[in-house]
């Protein structure tokens, strides 16, 4: 184990049952995420990536084992602990973007701070921040409607950063776009981990997505099955992804 | 501004409506509080204005019925609850309605049928004669038929109910019309929308034909004062003195008295100053043997009205508890109905918000805070709306009851329709804030890709 690891997951198992049926979906798995360390996540559909993200994000308990990120066993949360510690501790990078339809670009990235003790000079100087980093400072006034998909996935992403968090989870971020926003928001991504020194932990299909990262760690059937180097990842691009079922 | 320091004045006096005013300070500081999350909910709230527009307008019109219910029932409820102080007694004839009895009684009862050193006597009295008449006859139609009560002038400020919320003009008004009166016994007052009724205005004279005093017609009845829109709107005064000397006129020109010359005198009022006085006086006058033929009962103004509207009881029963409750489920299910679905369409919404960091109970106080605004905002305004349109606009309820022409809508209103509007908004989001509260971030996701 290392000991400069953000997050550490212990032995974990995590399983659904359907009737008297069990279904595995990650089975003991153990995994160690450096700080700082921008890592990708890979794997055929049904793999269980999207549950270990959400497992590294506080949004799912395991069944069994432990998930530490930093001092905090989250594996041991109750909901609304869970809540109060993502308010602080990650920001999520969704494939759909996921803006409220009815607030602008600024009010969307506020929404995260609404939940801090802050002054509302304090909310005005890191949404514009965060905006600013993602390139977007003119749009802000901008509901997602009258916003492009890269567009609203900067948006995503300034929410994601707005509150300063340990951890930034990305869920597919360019598996929505068209290959040239993709590798805008793959730039920026890559922007963010080497300015501000995020940990980084990204789901992905996409091979060119993979490339960006510094580790990538295939999942197959719930288990870590090998780790690999950015360039190993697969040569492709994301029309490949598009094809490949999740 | 004097009204509004009086009312404010008078809060501790009530504590429901303390409580209310309170709970609207303390929402207004919440809402200036949390103005952010208060946007958001009203923001959300407007991504479907149809939705929401219909949702408010029909617990709008649940609120309007209720408030009008509610008007009518209040203030029956306030007309019968017995007072500790300065009590109106009221004697009728016994065994009959409507109570005629001799005016002779008049000068005894208004001493209380006091006779024993012992007894006790009323602080003031007021005797009531009815004339109902019209001013044609032949064609005799509602718009030209008018009520008097027939009294002594000098009572009328000091017995008369009401008198008290008529506004400064209205009560000179009134004043300057009773001393008219008291100089002149052929003088009246009427009420300003009988006088429209009847297409006549304070200064003409008109010339009354009896409809309950035969041959007991009233010329040059001159109007002098108009009482102004409400309570008495369509009621009509004149010197008892008046009907009175008609009856005697009447026996000097027939030789014989009038049929109902020893039927004139319909109820006497009596102001007692407690309810140990109000048992003295009621039971000397119900035991004298002055008031035996016909015999005559005593009670407080509240019981008799109570009494008479004792024939509305299951109606009024049946409304208050039936009616009311189900117009309050319809309203909760209305409610619960629209922000269900609007719950349901936006599960990935709350998703996201519990992924940022918002808590369970933060995701239930923002769809119970769009159903209380919903809820609050229809209440509020459906009330108010029924408190202008009934009591300033149309002159009130108008379905008449007892002695009640028409019920107004009290500016209380206000208080029931937010409080209506935001209880029932509670209750019919209950569910879906449960529902919406306990979203899966993890399913709903596994769904959306």
């Known amino acids: 184990m290392s000991s400069e690891a953000i997050v550490r997951v212990r032995g974990v198992h995590k399983y659904f049952r359907r009737g008297s049926e069990q279904i595995d979906v990650l089975m003991d798995l153990s995994l160690d995420v450096p700080e700082g360390e921008f890592m990708a996540l890979m794997g055929p559909s049904g793999s269980?990536?999207?549950?270990?993200?959400?497992?590294?994000?506080?949004?799912?308990?395991?069944?069994?084992?432990?998930?530490?990120?930093?001092?905090?066993?989250?594996?041991?949360?109750s909901e609304a602990q869970l809540a109060k510690w993502r308010t602080r501790h990650v920001g999520f990078v969704f494939q759909f973007y996921h803006l409220l339809p009815v607030l602008t670009a600024y009010e969307n990235v506020e929404l995260p701070l609404l939940l801090l003790p802050l002054s509302s000079a304090a909310r005005k100087r890191q949404v514009t921040t965060a905006l600013d980093l993602v390139g977007l400072t003119d749009r802000m006034k901008h509901r997602p409607g009258q916003l492009s998909g890269g567009q609203q996935q900067r948006v995503g992403i300034a929410r994601a950063l707005v509150t300063d968090p340990t951890l930034i989870v990305a869920d597919e971020p360019t598996g929505d776009l068209d290959s040239r926003s993709a590798e805008e928001i793959l730039d920026l991504i890559g922007e963010v981990r080497k300015s501000l020194g995020k940990t980084i932990i990204m789901v992905t299909h996409d091979p060119r997505a993979a490339r960006r990262a510094e580790r990538v760690l295939h999942l197959e059937k719930g288990r870590l099955v090998d780790e690999a180097t950015p360039e190993d990842a697969p040569r492709g691009g994301s029309d490949q992804f598009q094809e490949a079922p999740r | 501004?004097?009204?509004?320091?009086?009312?404010?004045?008078?809060?501790?006096?009530?504590?429901?409506?303390?409580?209310?005013?309170?709970?609207?300070?303390?929402?207004?500081?919440?809402?200036?509080?949390?103005?952010?999350?208060?946007?958001?909910?009203?923001?959300?709230?407007?991504?479907?204005?149809?939705?929401?527009?219909?949702?408010?307008?029909?617990?709008?019109?649940?609120?309007?019925?209720?408030?009008?219910?509610?008007?009518?029932?209040?203030?029956?409820?306030?007309?019968?609850?017995?007072?500790?102080?300065?009590?109106?007694?009221?004697?009728?004839?016994?065994?009959?309605?409507?109570?005629?009895?001799?005016f002779a009684y008049a000068t005894d009862l208004a001493d209380g049928g006091a006779t024993k050193k012992d007894d006790v006597k009323p602080t003031d009295s007021m005797t009531w004669q009815f004339y109902g008449g019209t001013l044609d006859p032949v064609n005799r139609t509602r718009?030209?038929?008018?009520?008097?009560?027939?009294?002594?002038?000098?009572?009328?400020?000091?017995?008369?109910?009401?008198?008290?919320?008529?506004?400064?003009?209205?009560?000179?008004?009134?004043?300057?019309?009773?001393?008219?009166?008291?100089?002149?016994?052929?003088?009246?007052?009427?009420g300003i929308e009988r006088l429209r009724a009847m297409n006549k205005r304070v200064g003409e004279r008109i010339k009354i034909y009896s409809l309950n005093y035969k041959d007991l017609d009233l010329d040059e009845c001159e109007i002098v004062a108009a009482f102004p829109e409400g309570r008495y709107g369509q009621s009509g005064l004149m010197h008892r003195d008046r009907i009175n000397d008609a009856l005697d006129q009447y026996k000097a020109k027939n030789g014989k008295p009038h049929p109902m010359a020893d039927r004139t005198l319909n109820l006497v009022w009596l102001k007692v100053p407690d309810t140990a006085t109000y048992a003295k006086v009621a039971e000397q006058v119900e035991t004298s043997p002055k008031f035996s033929s016909p015999s005559v009962k005593c009670e407080t103004a509240s019981s008799g009205v109570a009494s008479f509207l004792d024939a509305y009881k299951d109606l009024l029963w049946i409304v208050q508890w039936l009616l009311v409750p189900v117009l309050m489920v319809c309203m909760a299910l209305v409610i619960?109905?629209?922000?269900?679905?609007?719950?349901?369409?936006?599960?990935?919404?709350?998703?996201?918000?519990?992924?940022?960091?918002?808590?369970?109970?933060?995701?239930?106080?923002?769809?119970?805070?769009?159903?209380?605004?919903?809820?609050g905002g229809a209440g509020l305004l459906s009330a108010g709306g029924a408190y202008i349109l009934f009591t300033h606009v149309l002159g009130g309820?108008?379905?008449?009851?007892?002695?009640?022409?028409?019920?107004?809508?009290?500016?209380?209103?206000?208080?029931?329709?937010?409080?209506l509007g935001v209880t029932t908004g509670f209750l019919g989001s209950i569910v879906p804030a449960v529902f919406a509260m306990s979203v899966k971030v993890s399913q709903v996701f596994s769904k959306v890709s």
């Not at chain 1, 990120?69 to 041991?76: D, F, Y």
């Not at chain 2, 109905?337 to 995701?363: C, D, F, Q, W």
């Not at chain 2, 309820?397 to 409080?419: E, R, S, T």
């Open chain 1, 48 to 77: 269980g990536k999207t549950t270990l993200l959400n497992l590294i994000a506080g949004l799912d308990q395991p069944s069994e084992g432990e998930v530490w990120v930093g001092e905090n066993l989250i594996s041991r949360m």
């Open chain 2, 143 to 190: 718009e030209n038929t008018v009520f008097f009560f027939g009294m002594d002038p000098k009572k009328i400020l000091t017995m008369m109910d009401g008198i008290d919320e008529f506004s400064a003009q209205d009560r000179a008004n009134l004043e300057k019309g009773i001393q008219l009166m008291e100089e002149d016994k052929r003088r009246v007052v009427i």
């Open chain 2, 336 to 375: 619960c109905a629209a922000i269900s679905i609007s719950v349901r369409e936006r599960r990935t919404e709350m998703a996201v918000l519990k992924v940022l960091g918002y808590s369970p109970n933060h995701i239930m106080a923002l769809v119970l805070g769009e159903a209380l605004f919903i809820g």
């Open chain 2, 1 to 102: 501004m004097n009204r509004l320091i009086d009312f404010l004045v008078s809060l501790p006096d009530d504590p429901l409506r303390f409580l209310a005013v309170a709970g609207v300070i303390l929402a207004l500081a919440a809402m200036l509080y949390y103005r952010k999350p208060v946007a958001f909910i009203a923001k959300s709230l407007l991504r479907n204005k149809v939705r929401t527009i219909l949702t408010g307008l029909a617990t709008g019109l649940f609120v309007l019925i209720v408030t009008l219910v509610w008007s009518v029932l209040s203030f029956l409820s306030l007309v019968t609850q017995e007072k500790a102080k300065d009590l109106k007694a009221i004697v009728t004839e016994r065994w009959q309605i409507p109570s005629q009895m001799p």
């Open chain 2, 397 to 419: 309820i108008k379905i008449p009851i007892a002695f009640f022409p028409a019920f107004m809508v009290p500016p209380d209103a206000l208080w029931w329709g937010l409080g």
